[in-house]
């Protein structure tokens, strides 16, 4: 029974425990260098990086964002298969609109008077045959062009493949003209609006600034040092920023980058709050990876020749893709986030006494007596001599 109670007065005692801190102040000079060394850093923690460098007293918001682009610029060609041609814009860019980004075609293949019937199969393998056994009428392969008929022909005088019904005469597996046919693409321009919001501020802003009137849009192009503001773009100077050459890239195509990013400090005037455009190379270009390099798709324009008879023009087409990349963030100053980080900066300054601490109870030669004076007990459940509590 005694026992119960003991245990039971222990655990009132443990219940109803209050700790107050105690100010003991130690004059040493290896513990105050220190306490000073870790108030300062915490202080340059929380001033330096949190308010000033990451602005740790502002609300944030990120960018919404939508891009149209304008392409212009003639090139001029001079083949066997075309003679003498103008390309522009309605001829090399497809499709015409994109989302947030265009093709430029530079480099193609074409065949020309494709129609309806009947032509052997290109040598391959599983086209190739020796007799009518060896073909499968209705059979149609992913990696051919057309549906057999089941016979074997002749495709030259040394081989043998399967007929198919196709658009014949079938593309030639050749490669893409170097250097590309449409070479002059490099002097193409591209117009790119951007407007941007921040829905949070109620901040609206695109990147033809208010500064750039109709006269300057007319006659600039964009350039670091001398006109940082025009949103007008020289294909040739966007893969050469990138670090590449725009007449290799041309040949067998590839996906170039604009990013365009508005980091903007609201609290500042809203003129200062400008777009900043970088370029680089999306697709990969490893030398010792160079298997289907490049970008490139096929098209066809269709037409009826002089006998009413369905033809068309098959366009192995090769280019450049440019994706247009918004990111941004906006930041204004906010009462709540200001207080987080105070609160967060006095919580660390507390902790720096409890380090001190550790390292003179551990450290000091003169721990004990630390200890003696540091803790010490008022105990409100003692008997008074009458016995009563």
């Not at 501020?201 to 109709?214: A, G, Q, T």
């Not at 773009?233 to 050459?245: I, P, S």
């Not at 289907?292 to 008879?309: D, E, L, M, T, V």
Request: proline share 5%.
């Amino acid at each position: 029974m005694t026992t119960n109670k003991g245990f039971c007065a222990s655990v009132c005692r443990c219940f109803f425990e209050y700790s107050t801190p105690q100010i003991l102040v130690i004059r040493s000079t290896k513990v105050g260098t220190l306490n000073r060394i870790i108030q300062a850093l915490v202080l340059a923690y929380v001033i330096g990086y949190v308010c000033v460098l990451k602005k740790g007293y502002q609300d944030t918001d990120g960018v919404l964002s939508s891009v149209t682009t304008k392409v212009k610029g003639v090139a001029v060609t001079n083949t066997s298969d075309l003679g003498l041609r103008v390309w522009d814009v309605a001829d090399y860019i497809i499709p015409p609109q994109e989302e947030s980004s265009f093709f430029v075609l530079t480099n193609l293949i074409m065949t020309l008077n494709q129609t309806q019937s009947h032509c052997p199969e290109l040598p391959n393998v599983g086209f190739d045959c020796v007799t009518d056994s060896d073909c499968k009428a209705g059979l149609s392969n992913t990696r051919g062009d057309g549906v057999q008929t089941g016979r074997c022909v002749n495709f030259s005088s040394v081989a043998r493949t399967c007929e198919v019904l196709a658009w014949c005469p079938l593309e030639g597996d050749m490669q893409p003209p170097d250097p590309p046919m449409l070479a002059g693409a490099e002097n193409f321009t591209v117009l790119i609006k951007n407007s941007i919001r921040y829905p949070m501020f109620n901040f609206n802003k695109r990147n033809i600034l208010p500064h750039v009137n109709k006269t300057y849009l007319q006659h600039c192009v964009f350039n670091r040092v001398t006109d940082p503001d025009c949103p007008i773009f020289r294909l040739r100077d966007v893969t050469t920023e990138a670090g590449e050459d725009f007449q290799t890239m041309a040949v067998h195509g590839g996906i170039m980058g604009v990013q365009i990013s508005w980091f903007c400090d609201l609290d500042l005037p809203a003129t200062w709050c400008v777009p900043k455009y970088t370029f680089r190379r999306l697709d990969n270009k490893d030398p010792e990876n160079n298997v289907a390099p490049g970008y490139n798709f096929r098209f066809a324009k269709y037409y009826k020749n002089i006998n009413n008879k369905e033809t068309r023009t098959l366009i192995k087409g090769f280019g450049i893709r440019f994706d247009v990349m918004v990111f941004g963030q906006a930041g204004k100053f906010n009462i709540i986030p200001t207080l987080l980080n105070i609160g967060a900066g006095l919580a660390l300054l507390g902790l720096v006494t409890v380090v001190c601490d550790l390292i003179v109870l551990t450290c000091m030669t003169k721990r004990n007596l630390y200890k003696e004076n540091k803790y010490s007990y008022v105990d409100d459940f003692e008997l008074l001599p009458d016995g009563t509590p």
